[in-house]
């Protein structure tokens, strides 16, 4: 390794440690064996040590990037792209699979049957929507509410962990299969075997659980739920 890289190197942990930050997220650590872009990595670093306002402008940048987006088919049949909604220095990100009607029509994640049962959830852990933040994998609605197609979902999984990554919340929870399997990069996993545990998304902790839709078919697995929310409450010291 040449001597000016380690400089670079030893600057950015000096850097780190100027922030108060005692861990370096595993994107640097990974460099090697990750496929993603060192201009990439580069940028996850610098949105871990971002300040809440700094986060907001960020956030509003890549909505701007994202533009009228028609990237992917589901541009055809969207009313509004549904980028996401809530606090940018939030504790918490909730990230679900996909917007259904009543999104598509508001362009905010989570306002249907399942968003007002979500708010429950929220606010039985002692918080409002507004202390959070919401988003999907994919921004626009699926027809007929199917659940989002491979092509689409590698299309538009960017703009959502970039998200994550500006956010950079003390943990990410998944609402149901496709959220937590993209996430976490294992079309294997399954939800009911894989609820209740924590994984590791890129340094943050990940607590997959159901999504409130299934929760309104199969309300007997409300407890479940509330049983992931409190090991996240744990987690993160609110409890
Ligand atoms: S789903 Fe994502 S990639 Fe596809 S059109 Fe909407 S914003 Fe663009």
New binding site residues.
């Given amino acids: 390794m040449s001597s000016d890289r380690v400089g670079d190197i030893r600057s950015v942990l000096e850097f780190y440690e100027a922030m108060g930050i005692d861990r370096i997220p595993v994107t640097l650590v990974e460099a090697k064996s990750s496929a993603r872009a060192p201009q990439r990595q580069r940028q996850d670093a610098a949105d871990a040590a971002l300040t809440t306002d700094e986060k907001r402008e960020r956030l509003a940048a890549l909505r701007e990037e ?1 533009g009228d ?7 055809e049949r ?1 009313t509004k ?1 549904v980028y996401g909604d809530g606090d940018p220095g939030a504790r918490i990100m909730f990230i679900g699979e ?1 917007p259904g009607k009543e999104e598509d029509l508001q362009g905010l994640p989570f306002v249907g049957d399942a968003g007002m049962l979500l708010t429950r959830l929220i606010e039985k852990m002692g918080l409002g929507r507004s202390d959070v933040y919401i988003a999907n994998i ?3 609605r699926p027809p007929l509410n199917r659940d ?1 197609e491979d092509d ?1 979902i590698a ?2 999984r960017g ?1 959502v962990e970039r998200q994550a990554s500006i956010i950079r919340p003390e943990v990410i929870v998944t609402l149901g299969r496709i959220a937590l399997q993209t996430l976490l990069d294992n079309p294997k996993l399954r939800i009911t075997a894989a609820r209740g545990k924590f994984y590791d998304y890129k340094g943050i902790p990940l607590m997959p659980t159901f999504h409130p839709a299934y929760l309104l078919r199969n309300p007997g697995d409300k407890w479940k739920t509330w049983a992931d929310a409190q090991k996240v409450m744990e987690r993160i010291g609110m409890k």
């Avoid at 987006?69 to 541009?75: G, T, V």
């Fill in positions: 994202i987006c028609a990237r992917c088919k589901l541009s969207r792209i996909g994919v921004k626009c989002p689409e299309t538009c703009f």
